[in-house]
C-alpha cells in the first residue's frame, strides 16, 4: 500500500514529517511511503531514505506556503510538493496524499489534479470530533467558506458514508448544526437544508442539534457549512485548552491543590488526549477522485503517524470506492 | 431604581424568578421591582410582593412560550408578560425590562414596544463571555441569523460601547469572527465586512480572529452575524460542561484520582464558577430605544438576581444614553 507524503507541508515540516513517516513504516508493515519534497533537504535528515525498499523519494522544489493565496500559489508553483503529491494519486502511483500543508492548496489541487467525483459540486472536509460517546464526524470544517443547500445535501451524503466506514457506525444519525433544535430555527441556509434533507430517503436525518449538544454523541454525523463548522470546531479547540490553562493556574495556588493536582494527573492526560488533535488523526478531503488526508498545520510527529495508519485503515476499507459509488 | 421584571418567563419560573428577584433587592437598596406576571401566582409564592413598597404587581394574564412562534405569538397574545414588562419601559415607568422567557419574544416585544435607535437597522444580543484576561464581549450571539456587512458595521459599534461602559475597558481592540486571522479569508460576508471595518475611523478594529482565540482575551469585543456567535457561544458552554462530565468520570477511576479530586474540588470549582452563565448575568439587547436585558431560559435565582444587579449598573452608568448618542 503507497501513500504520498507531503514532506514540506505544515508548521514543522520537514523534520516532525519524517519522523512520523518513520513511525508509521515501523508500526505498519504493509506501509510504503513516497516521499514528496525537496531530496536534499530528505536526505540530511533521513540519509537511509533513498536505499529503504519501503520509500520513494519524489523530490520537487516548491512548496506552497499557509499565508499565500493557494489558487495563486497553485498556478505559479508547478512544482509545489502538495501538487505533485496529489498527481501520484491522480496517476494511480499513490492510493492516498497525506500532507500538513495549507489546506487551501490541498483544496484546489484536489480540485484540479483528482477532479471531483460525479455528482458533487464541492468537496468537503470531514473530521473527527470527540464525544462522551467516542468520536463522532463533523463536515464540512473548512474546505469552503459560502456553501449552497444542494452543497449540504451532498456533504450529508458524504459524512453518512464516511461515519459508516471510518467509525464503523451502522445507519448513523445524520444531524445539522444549527442555533436551535426546531426545525424553523437557522439561517436561511440551514432552514431550507433541513427541508431537503427531511426529503432524502435513506440518508438518516434526524434534525437539528445546537453547538451545545455536539459532545453527548447524539449525533453521529454533524453537517455544517465550512466556515460555521470551522468555528465550531476551533471554539472547541480553544475552551478545551483555555480550561486546561485555567485548571493549572488554579492548582497552583495552594499546596492542597498542588497535591491534588499531582494525584490527579494520569486521570487528567487521559482526558486531555482524548481531545488532542495528534491523536485523532488527519481529516479526509471528501468527494474528490483519490483520497486526499488534510492534517493540522502544526501537526508533530505523532499527528502524521495518526494520519497516515487511518489513512492506510480507509484505502483498505475501500472508502474511495464506497463515497463514489452513491448516487448524490 | 425601577425594572420590570418578567416574571413568568423563563424554564424555572415563577419561583427562581422571584428568589432570584428577593436576592436581589437585599444585595440593592436603591432596587425596585415591577413583577410582571400572574397576580396570583405571584402571592402564592411572595404574600408580601402586595404590600413591599418596593416592589409592585403588574398583573398580566399570558406568555409566550419557548416553542411558539414569536411574532405569531406576540400578535395574537396581547397581555403576554414580555410585551407589558418592554412597554413599562417604553412609558418610562421602569428605566429596563428583564426576562428569562423566549429570546424572539423578547426581540419583538423590543422592536415593536420600544422600537430601534437612529441608524440602527437591527438589535443585536451581547454577551460577555470568559477568556483568560477576564470577561470580554461577543455580539451578535443571536438576535439575527441572517445579517448584512451593514448589520455588522452597526453591531461593531454598539459592542464598542458596551463594552467600555459595561467591562469598563477604554478603546477596546474591535475583532471580527472569521474561519482565519488573514483580511481574504472567510465567508462572503466577514470578507466584506473585514474591508467595511477598516475605514471605521475611531472603532479600533484590529482583524480577524478565530474560534480557538476566543479565550485568550486578545479582543475585546468579538463581532459576528448571530448565527455564527450562537454556534460559537454554545460550543463554548457544550465543551466546558463534556470536559467535567469527563473529568468527573476519570476522576472516579481509583482511589488516588479520588483522593486527588477532594483535594482539588476547591480549586475546580473556582474555575467552573467563572466558567458559569449564572455567574455571568443577563445579555442586552442593544439597538433598541429601553434598556432590554436577555437572560438564560435556564436562569435560576442566581442567574437573575446577578441580571438585575448588572442591569442596575447599566442603568447607573447611562448605557443607553451613550448608545444612543452614537452617530451610526
Same mark, same amino acid.
Given at each position: 500500500?503507497?501513500?504520498?507524503?507531503?514532506?514540506?507541508?505544515?508548521?514543522?515540516?520537514?523534520?516532525?514529517?519524517?519522523?512520523?513517516?518513520?513511525?508509521?513504516?515501523?508500526?505498519?508493515?504493509?506501509?510504503?511511503?513516497?516521499?514528496?519534497?525537496?531530496?536534499?533537504?530528505?536526505?540530511? =535528515? @533521513?540519509?537511509?531514505?533513498?536505499?529503504?525498499?519501503?520509500?520513494?523519494?519524489?523530490?520537487?522544489?516548491?512548496?506552497?506556503?499557509?499565508?499565500?493565496?493557494?489558487?495563486?500559489? !497553485?498556478?505559479?508553483?508547478?512544482?509545489?510538493?502538495?501538487?505533485?503529491?496529489?498527481?501520484?494519486?491522480?496517476?494511480?502511483?499513490?492510493?492516498?496524499?497525506?500532507?500538513?500543508?495549507?489546506?487551501? %492548496?490541498?483544496?484546489? %489541487?484536489?480540485?484540479?489534479?483528482?477532479?471531483?467525483?460525479?455528482?458533487?459540486?464541492?468537496?468537503?472536509?470531514?473530521?473527527?470530533?470527540?464525544?462522551?460517546?467516542?468520536?463522532?464526524?463533523?463536515?464540512?470544517?473548512?474546505?469552503?467558506?459560502?456553501?449552497?443547500?444542494?452543497?449540504?445535501?451532498?456533504?450529508? @451524503?458524504?459524512?453518512?458514508?464516511?461515519?459508516?466506514?471510518?467509525?464503523?457506525?451502522?445507519?448513523?444519525?445524520?444531524?445539522?448544526?444549527?442555533?436551535?433544535? $426546531?426545525?424553523?430555527?437557522?439561517?436561511?441556509?440551514?432552514?431550507?437544508? !433541513?427541508?431537503?434533507?427531511?426529503?432524502?430517503?435513506?440518508?438518516?436525518?434526524?434534525?437539528?442539534?445546537?453547538?451545545?449538544?455536539?459532545?453527548?454523541?447524539?449525533?453521529?454525523?454533524?453537517?455544517?457549512?465550512?466556515?460555521?463548522?470551522?468555528?465550531?470546531?476551533?471554539?472547541?479547540?480553544?475552551?478545551?485548552?483555555?480550561?486546561?490553562?485555567?485548571?493549572?493556574?488554579?492548582?497552583?495556588?495552594?499546596?492542597?491543590?498542588?497535591?491534588?493536582?499531582?494525584?490527579?494527573?494520569?486521570?487528567?492526560?487521559?482526558?486531555?488526549?482524548?481531545?488532542? !488533535? $495528534?491523536?485523532?488523526?488527519?481529516?479526509?478531503?471528501?468527494?474528490?477522485?483519490?483520497?486526499?488526508?488534510?492534517?493540522?498545520?502544526?501537526?508533530?510527529?505523532?499527528?502524521?503517524?495518526?494520519?497516515?495508519?487511518?489513512?492506510?485503515? @480507509?484505502? $483498505?476499507?475501500? =472508502?474511495?470506492?464506497?463515497?463514489?459509488?452513491?448516487?448524490?
Amino acid at each position: 500500500m503507497k501513500i504520498a507524503l507531503d514532506v514540506m507541508g505544515g508548521d514543522r515540516a520537514p523534520d516532525e514529517i519524517l519522523i512520523g513517516a518513520k513511525e508509521a513504516l515501523t508500526s505498519l508493515e504493509e506501509l510504503e511511503l513516497l516521499l514528496v519534497g525537496d531530496r536534499g533537504a530528505i536526505l540530511q =535528515l @533521513w540519509p537511509e531514505a533513498e536505499s529503504n525498499p519501503r520509500t520513494e523519494i519524489v523530490h520537487c522544489t516548491e512548496v506552497i506556503e499557509m499565508q499565500e493565496s493557494p489558487a495563486a500559489a !497553485y498556478r505559479r508553483k508547478k512544482d509545489a510538493s502538495i501538487t505533485i503529491a496529489s498527481r501520484l494519486v491522480r496517476d494511480q502511483e499513490a492510493e492516498a496524499v497525506v500532507s500538513a500543508g495549507s489546506t487551501g %492548496a490541498q483544496l484546489v %489541487a484536489g480540485l484540479f489534479e483528482l477532479g471531483r467525483m460525479e455528482g458533487v459540486a464541492r468537496p468537503a472536509i470531514a473530521t473527527c470530533i470527540p464525544t462522551l460517546r467516542g468520536p463522532r464526524v463533523m463536515l464540512d470544517v473548512g474546505a469552503n467558506t459560502d456553501s449552497s443547500t444542494e452543497n449540504l445535501r451532498q456533504f450529508s @451524503w458524504l459524512g453518512k458514508i464516511y461515519c459508516e466506514i471510518a467509525l464503523g457506525i451502522r445507519n448513523p444519525r445524520v444531524y445539522l448544526l444549527s442555533n436551535g433544535t $426546531e426545525q424553523e430555527k437557522g439561517n436561511e441556509l440551514t432552514v431550507n437544508t !433541513y427541508q431537503v434533507l427531511m426529503a432524502e430517503e435513506g440518508l438518516g436525518f434526524c434534525g437539528s442539534i445546537e453547538g451545545r449538544d455536539l459532545f453527548n454523541g447524539e449525533a453521529d454525523v454533524i453537517v455544517t457549512d465550512g466556515f460555521a463548522g470551522n468555528v465550531a470546531l476551533k471554539t472547541m479547540e480553544g475552551t478545551a485548552e483555555a480550561l486546561f490553562t485555567m485548571m493549572k493556574e488554579a492548582f497552583r495556588k495552594s499546596a492542597r491543590s498542588k497535591l491534588g493536582a499531582f494525584l490527579l494527573m494520569p486521570a487528567l492526560k487521559k482526558v486531555k488526549n482524548s481531545l488532542d !488533535y $495528534e491523536e485523532i488523526g488527519g481529516a479526509p478531503l471528501l468527494g474528490v477522485r483519490g483520497l486526499s488526508v488534510v492534517c493540522h498545520g502544526s501537526s508533530g510527529a505523532k499527528a502524521i503517524c495518526a494520519a497516515l495508519i487511518k489513512t492506510a485503515q @480507509w484505502i $483498505e476499507s475501500g =472508502l474511495q470506492e464506497k463515497l463514489a459509488a452513491n448516487k448524490f
